[in-house]
Nanobody, 125 residues
Framework: QLQLVESGGGLVQPGGSLRLSCAAS????????VGWFRQAPGKEREGVSC????????NYADSVKGRFTISRDNAKNTVYLQMNSLKPEDTAVYYC??????????????????WGQGTQVTVSS
């Protein structure tokens, strides 16, 4: 059974940092891409970042470039999203999603069949 579990969300002040984790289970070892998405109240789900199976190819939304970094530890089946210089507009539920294969990752949510339950990130003073 394919499963993704996010953790690491919370409340942080503007300018602060958080690291989200996405623990994967049931996926073929080193053979799946992962994307991070977010959805704020009243807004559509937005692609934030993604990483290919080997970890050598990444992609970021313009709104987070230079502030967020995606990485993965395939030995631990875990993908991370390091978020620095957080802004109030980063407040959202963050989801990780996965798709099997070596293909280039994208930020279209329709590409990803497997999703986690989400973790809340709130940036507020």
């Amino acid at each position: 059974q394919l499963q993704l579990v996010e953790s690491g969300g919370g409340l942080v002040q503007p300018g602060g940092s958080l690291r989200l984790s996405c623990a994967a289970s049931g996926f073929p070892r080193n053979y799946y891409a992962v994307g991070w998405f977010r959805q704020a109240p009243g807004k559509e789900r937005e692609g934030v970042s993604c990483i290919n199976s080997g970890g050598g190819i990444t992609n970021y939304a313009d709104s987070v470039k230079g502030r967020f970094t995606i990485s993965r530890d395939n030995a631990k089946n875990t993908v991370y999203l390091q978020m620095n210089s957080l802004k109030p507009e980063d407040t959202a539920v963050y989801y990780c999603a996965a798709k099997i294969g070596y293909g280039l990752p994208g930020l279209n949510s329709n590409e990803y069949p497997a999703w986690g339950q989400g973790t809340q990130v709130t940036v507020s003073s």
